[in-house]
């Protein structure tokens, strides 16, 4: 079963391979092929399985077009997202052809699964958020797809959704491997009509999966669901044939403004697709592109992610967020939370603090005496203290001392 063949399949016809060794992989099975690569289920002793991609002649001889491609996968390592599988490493086969390994997403591609089971309109929507949410994310990095496709969005059996074969291309410097390039990866009818790999040119791709998953045919050359499947929700056709416009101008700016679009249908609340005004040529948002890579060097192995297994679990998506029209608002009630949690807590320090309590003043009582304070003794304890001190000051002169002996004799 095909995993990401980056297009519709192809009647080249290459040699078996199963069995083969190749970057250190085992071929076990073909996964089918596509217009630019082949792809095959790989597994390694002590490692976990693989996807092994080859690239297609007459671009694996093509020394432009080699870096390109590989570049281009590599680009699924300059983010994290647990719906992208990792590139493990690159390499070249036994014939020089450029090989790229990335992480097995155990699943079906989204073509399979259409043509085996039908979708409704709550899986369509489940299915768009999870393509959106990855490719906002890829987005914010600078990174675009540029092959979104059927056959590059595996569902798992759990029905959550893996995005892989990142395709765009950095400008190789080479005009003719960059036109071949594009002849072969935007022939795919799920390329924006501009041929030209940017942000909006991703929403178009996903609007298309989204009218094949409904209608179960990619959109013709003037797209319109209502058309291709007239019992379609109504709602959900006025998306789909949003993203789908052919003038970039009258689509969803970014994945991120869909995406808004999506949850708010998803939570039971109409969809903005119809009131979205178109902007003016002036004010429509510029294209941006890929920026330039470098490609790794060749035969550079990257270490398998031990939680590899653990990354690919489905995430629960975040509560659905707002469009940037309305993004203002939610900042604003963030400044005033910050500005009453702030007031309260002025408030608390100034006057929330407990008085000190001054120490009382010490007692004021009558004025000291300089009498002494012992109770008043008897008159014969008074009259011996008199008598004491006579005999010591008669002791120190001797005129006083007959005179203290004769008037004790009288006494």
């Known amino acids: ?135 906002e994310m890829a987005h914010a990095h600078g990174i675009v797809h540029g092959a979104v496709a059927p056959s590059n969005v595996i569902v798992t059996p759990q029905g959550t959704v893996r995005l892989v074969d990142f395709a765009t291309t950095p400008d190789p410097g080479d005009r003719a491997a960059d036109e071949l390039f594009r002849a072969r990866v935007l022939a795919s009818p799920f390329a924006a009509p501009e041929r030209r790999a940017s942000e909006q040119s991703d929403v178009w791709s996903v609007g298309a999966c989204l009218h094949f998953a409904i209608a179960g045919c990619p959109p013709s050359s003037d797209p319109s669901l209502r058309r291709a499947a007239p019992d379609a929700d109504a709602a959900l056709a006025a998306l789909v044939d949003r993203a789908l416009a052919v003038d970039p101008r009258e689509r969803y700016e970014s994945a991120h403004v869909m995406l808004g679009d999506v949850r708010r249908m998803m939570a039971g609340r109409p969809s903005l697709a119809p009131f979205l005004a178109a902007p003016s040529p002036s004010q429509a948002p510029a294209a941006r592109s890929v920026p330039p890579s470098p490609a790794p060097p060749s035969g550079r192995e990257g270490a398998a992610d031990a939680d590899f297994a653990g990354a690919m679990a489905a995430l629960a998506p975040s509560a659905a967020s707002s469009i940037r029209p309305i993004a203002w608002r939610g900042n604003m009630l963030l400044f005033a939370a910050i500005a009453v949690i702030v007031a309260i807590a002025a408030w608390v320090m100034v006057h929330g603090r407990r008085p000190e309590r001054p120490s009382p003043p010490p007692a004021v009582g009558p004025a000291e005496s300089s009498a002494d304070p012992r109770p008043p003794a008897s008159d014969y304890a008074v009259r011996s203290r008199n008598e004491t001190t006579s005999l010591a000051t008669a002791s120190r002169s001797p005129s006083h001392a007959s005179t203290w002996a004769l008037s004790s004799r009288r006494a």
């Open 1 to 135: 079963m095909d995993q990401g063949s980056g297009g519709p399949a192809s009647a080249q016809v290459v040699g078996d391979r199963t069995g083969t060794l190749v970057c250190g992989w085992r071929l076990e099975r073909s996964l089918g092929g596509g217009p630019i690569c082949e792809s095959w289920f790989a597994g390694r002793a002590g490692s976990k399985s693989a996807v092994l991609r080859i690239l297609r002649q007459p671009l694996a001889t093509h020394a432009a077009a080699r870096a390109a491609w590989v570049a281009a996968s590599w680009a699924a390592n300059r983010f994290y997202h647990p719906r992208v599988p990792r590139v493990l490493q690159d390499g070249a086969d036994h014939g020089g052809a450029p090989v790229v390994v990335r992480g097995w997403a155990k699943g079906a591609p989204l073509d399979h699964v259409v043509r085996t089971a039908c979708m409704d309109s709550k899986l369509v929507l489940r299915l768009a958020e999870q393509l959106l949410d990855t490719l």
